[in-house]
């Protein structure tokens, strides 16, 4: 190999040691960059308020027994009568108030071996529900059932039937502002971790709205509603 040969391959080599240090350079200057870009913090936000339901659904079922399959059904619809007036004398509306069929039993029909023959034959239980957006009248009637007990009407309940039940239908209505406030008081936190951290905070590398959930406030006010919301927020930050 000339001289010249030889010259020209050093100063190549050269060249190219410069160049890959160079793009090494730029390669682990654009990773340190990307990896400052890519700081962030996540947090969330809360909304939480209380509202008053709109509808309940009150079911009020009695029993009532005989040995006379007529008589019984002559009692079921007096009792039913009684609980009828007694309830739209106290401002609830007749198209409010439904009823089911009752439910007879005939206790000759399930005597097994030596089971002591029951005291009467038929048992019936029937079921007025009502269904109602007057909260408030409701549950004042409910508060006087004492009176239509004294009328010898015998009430039932106690299982998952016969539970009262509290509807919030307004959701959609309040989604939009809670969503908001738990999106802000993300931000808030954000900034308060940017600011204890010297960091700045960027803008959102993500977003997620967790799912609403609808409680009673408490067992005691189940009429009163507990709405909630969490919103989850990623912020990018920088230096």
Same mark, same amino acid.
């Given at each position: 190999? /000339? +001289?010249?040969? $030889? %010259?020209?391959?050093?100063?190549? @080599? *050269? ?6 240090? =160079? #793009? ?55 009792? /039913? +009568?009684?609980? $009828? %007036?007694?309830?739209?004398?106290? @401002? *609830? ?6 009823? =089911? #069929? ?138």
């Amino acid at each position: 190999m /000339t +001289e010249s040969n $030889k %010259s020209n391959a050093i100063v190549l @080599g *050269v060249c190219l040691i410069i160049a890959l240090s =160079s #793009l090494g350079y730029l390669l682990g200057d654009a990773a340190i960059r990307f990896k400052e870009y890519e700081r962030a913090v996540t947090v969330k936000g809360l909304s939480e308020r209380e509202y008053s339901a709109d509808i309940v659904i009150w079911p009020i079922q009695f029993s009532t027994a005989s040995n006379d399959l007529e008589e019984m059904y002559r009692s079921i619809d007096a009792n /039913t +009568e009684k609980i $009828k %007036s007694f309830l739209e004398s106290a @401002g *609830v509306n007749a198209d409010e108030i439904s009823y =089911s #069929l009752p439910a007879i039993t005939d206790k000759s029909a399930q005597q097994y071996g030596n089971q002591a023959k029951s005291e009467f034959r038929y048992t019936a239980s029937q079921t007025v529900t009502v269904y109602s957006e007057n909260i408030n009248v409701v549950r004042d009637v409910m508060g006087n059932m004492s009176d239509l007990g004294k009328q010898g009407i015998v009430f039932t309940g106690g299982d998952y039937q016969s539970q009262t039940e509290y509807i919030f239908t307004r959701l959609n209505q309040v989604k939009p502002e809670m969503i908001e406030e738990a999106t802000r008081k993300a931000r808030e936190v954000a900034e308060k971790f940017a600011a204890d951290s010297k960091s700045t905070l960027g803008k959102i590398k993500s977003a997620s709205q967790g799912q609403f959930s609808i409680s009673a406030r408490d067992k005691n006010n189940p009429h009163i509603k507990k709405v909630r919301v969490v919103s989850t927020v990623a912020y990018y930050l920088s230096d």
